[in-house]
């Protein structure tokens, strides 16, 4: 069996939720408690970004009205 290669397609973008891709430094943004269920899956979805990609560094507060995500790198 062989397989034909094929150059220059793109590939897609993930199913990413959360604006990761388009941050930078100093940047954030606000999840309200009820669009996530615990603070551990955000952590999750960050965390899953930052290492396949290795672009970036994210910490995650929480506020009155919900969690804030920062991009620290």
């Known amino acids: 069996m062989s ?11 993930g199913r990413n939720s959360y604006p990761f891709r388009e941050m930078e430094v100093g940047d954030s943004f606000l999840v309200p408690f009820e669009h996530v269920k615990n603070q551990n899956s955000l952590r999750s979805a960050a965390s899953h970004f930052a290492r396949r990609t290795r672009l ?8 009155e009205k919900g969690y804030r995500v920062f991009r620290v790198e």
């Open 3 to 13: 397989f034909k290669i094929v150059r220059d397609v793109a590939l897609p973008e």
């Open 56 to 63: 970036a560094r994210f910490t995650i507060t929480i506020e």
